[in-house]
């Protein structure tokens, strides 16, 4: 296996992971049971651990696609970098934060649902920009979902 290969593994749970963790969260909000909101929290850091070698591939996965010769622009792939740096970025965020927010809630501090409210909000934008590193990284290979391949009517 090579780094394209393993990119292409990893990359996916990094995306998927904290969708699942926000329908863990709001789940524990609505049944105010703090057991389910420590799941949610430690899901939310399971997604930050699974960037790391979805972030550390890309690289490797770009050096053989260069190799390989194909016909892909380099602007796809700069932009894919670009998008996963910020994307890396937030989610190892989240799940710092998800960390004191698992501190907060197993020590029944005050703020300790304050702070799983901000964790919820950070993980809709973590998906967004998750969102936005997947298309553009599909993108690379994948030209039937560019936006110039999109009919307009």
Known sequence: ?????????????????PIIGIVILIGGFITRSEVVKRTALLVFILGAIFT????????????????????????????HEEMAETFALLSYALGFISIVAL?????????????????LAGSFVVVFF?????????????TEIRNENVATD
């Not at 296996?1 to 990119?7: I, T, V």
């Not at 809630?105 to 799983?116: H, Q």
């Not at 998750?130 to 290979?141: P, W």
């Open 1 to 17: 296996m090579n780094d394209a290969h393993l990119h292409m593994i990893f990359n996916h749970l990094p995306i998927i992971i």
């Open 52 to 79: 790391i070698p979805a972030f550390s591939t890309g690289e490797g996965a770009e050096e053989i696609i260069e190799e390989i010769g194909s016909k892909v622009d380099h602007h796809f792939i700069h932009e």
């Open 103 to 119: 501190w907060a809630n197993y020590t029944k501090k005050s703020f300790s649902n304050l702070i799983a409210i901000i964790v």
């Open 130 to 142: 998750a969102q936005k590193t997947g298309t553009s990284g599909g993108e690379i290979r994948h």
